[in-house]
């Protein structure tokens, strides 16, 4: 099975800041890659899949890049409402998530 | 309006099953995959299984034998089954809907999720 982690699991940060999440695979998985937030007691909402591609509706301060096995998430200007945790998700053999990322004040 | 939604929380002993449903509608569901996503408390994301749109399913190998998906074409519902339950696995169980990917006309696999139901929660005790 293919593993993902996410680093840091943690992140303290305010509006404004640039923040970037890491997700390393424990194999190359092309660009077979999501990434998703979750607010507490909501669904998880896709952000960008394929590794950069932007969902329509997502805010373009939102992008993401990589491809083998490392990826990146980048928030250009974070905003009260990007206060969440965030998954990736491989897709590339069966499907996997990594353990999240919760981005907090 | 695209959306899938949920059956109801259930309540369940150790070494029952349950079986929660998810009707879609406003899109063909024979044209996408549906998977099922499980949520323990203050924990991550958990991959279940799926079913594609040809209806062949793919489960994740600790559910292997446990799990089984299923669906309705006429009436566009997914089933979810989960056999021999355990307390630990009280969760929020959620379907979540995937485009295919192809190449060239053949299928390659499922797309990210980007339709998600509301989650259904199973609480699993004596």
């Known amino acids: 099975d293919i593993q993902l982690t996410q680093s840091p699991s943690f992140l303290s940060a305010s509006v404004g800041d640039r923040v970037t999440i890491t997700c390393r695979a424990s194999q190359d998985i092309r660009g077979n890659l999501a990434w998703y937030h979750q607010k507490p007691g909501k669904a998880p909402k896709l952000l960008i899949s394929?590794?950069?591609t932007l969902q329509s509706g997502v805010p373009s301060r939102f992008s993401g890049s990589g491809s083998g096995t490392e990826f990146t998430l980048t928030i250009s200007s974070l905003q009260p409402e990007d206060f969440a945790t965030y998954y990736c998700?491989?897709?590339?053999?069966?499907?996997?998530f990594g353990p999240g990322t919760t981005v907090d004040i | 309006q695209v959306q899938v939604v949920q059956s109801g929380a259930e309540v369940k002993k150790p070494g029952a099953s349950v079986k929660v449903s998810c009707k879609a509608s406003?899109?063909?569901?024979?044209?996408?995959?549906m998977h099922w996503v499980r949520q323990a408390p203050g924990q991550g994301l958990e991959w279940m299984g799926n079913i594609s749109p040809d209806g062949s399913t793919n489960y994740a190998q600790k559910f292997q034998g446990r799990l089984t998906v299923t669906r309705d074409t006429s009436t566009g519902t997914f089933y979810m089954e989960l056999r021999s339950l355990r307390s630990e696995e009280t969760a929020i169980y959620y379907c979540?809907?995937?485009?295919?990917?192809?190449?060239?006309?053949?299928?390659?696999?499922?797309?990210?999720?980007?339709?998600w139901g509301q989650g259904t929660l199973v609480s699993v005790s004596s």
């Open positions: 406003g899109y063909s569901s024979t044209s996408f995959y």
């Open positions: 394929a590794a950069s």
């Open positions: 979540a809907r995937s485009a295919m990917i192809t190449l060239g006309g053949v299928l390659v696999g499922p797309d990210a999720f980007d339709i």
């Open positions: 998700q491989q897709l590339d053999s069966l499907i996997t």
